[in-house]
T-cell receptor, first 114, second 114 residues
Framework: AQSVTQPDIHITVSEGASLELRCNYS??????LFWYVQSPGQGLQLLLK??????LVQGIKGFEAEFKRSQSSFNLRKPSVHWSDAAEYFC????????????FGQGTELSVKP | DGGITQSPKYLFRKEGQNVTLSCEQN?????MYWYRQDPGQGLRLIYY???????QKGDIAEGYSVSREKKESFPLTVTSAQKNPTAFYLC?????????????FGPGTRLTVT
């Protein structure tokens, strides 16, 4: 079955440090991949998306993600974290096989230490 | 400003009562979605609609009902049959349902049933 796994439930990083959030998916073909961010009690905002082409995609707020087909991964990175990046991050997969619906990972909560 | 509105932000109900959550969009999107969010479980799809007067069950439709009488509106009713209705509910829309269309999310409604 199609699935998305975010192995880290909670990550804490120091402000200014680099960040990598992991995402692995299970899907037979090349999926469409998304990263969303959610501030507490709010809706989700799209950070970036991968549909095809260059496997390194740039998003808003200084985030980037790299699609690695061989590892079925789509990890989110940021070179220097700001306190305002503290939030919950969701990886999602969309595929034509299942009608274009989004399947979400469980989320990774990011805390930022001053 | 274009966007998705959900009201109310907080909703309290007694067990055994039906309750309807509002979702309105002025983005002229064809497709609309309802998700349920519980801590540590990511987002799960309840219902979705590709076009007016048509909707399909998602992964956890039991105990919920929807209608799509107008393009801009997709209300969700949480019925007394839903065994554990307390959750955060998110509405989303996309230009069409299908691959490569980004979903835009509303701010959510937190429902508490006691």
């Amino acid at each position: 079955a199609q699935s998305v796994t975010q192995p880290d439930i909670h990550i804490t990083v120091s402000e200014g440090a680099s960040l990598e959030l992991r995402c692995n998916y299970s899907y037979g073909a090349t999926p469409y991949l998304f990263w969303y961010v959610q501030s507490p009690g709010q809706g989700l905002q799209l950070l970036l998306k991968y549909f095809s082409g260059d496997t390194l995609v740039q998003g808003i707020k200084g985030f980037e993600a790299e699609f690695k087909r061989s590892q079925s991964s789509f990890n989110l990175r940021k070179p220097s974290v700001h306190w305002s990046d503290a939030a919950e991050y969701f990886c999602a997969v969309e595929g034509s096989w299942w009608g274009g619906k989004l399947i979400f990972g469980q989320g990774t909560e990011l805390s930022v230490k001053p | 400003d274009g966007g998705i509105t959900q009201s109310p932000k907080y909703l309290f109900r007694k067990e055994g009562q039906n309750v309807t959550l509002s979702c309105e969009q002025n983005l002229n999107h064809d497709a609309m979605y309802w998700y349920r969010q519980d801590p540590g479980q990511g987002l799960r799809l309840i219902y979705y609609s590709q076009i007016v007067n048509d909707f399909q069950k998602g992964d956890i439709a039991e105990g919920y009902s929807v209608s799509r009488e107008k393009k801009e509106s997709f209300p969700l009713t949480v019925t007394s049959a839903q065994k554990n209705p307390t959750a955060f509910y998110l509405c989303a829309s996309s230009p069409r349902q299908g691959t490569s269309y980004e979903q835009y999310f509303g701010p959510g409604t937190r429902l508490t049933v006691t």
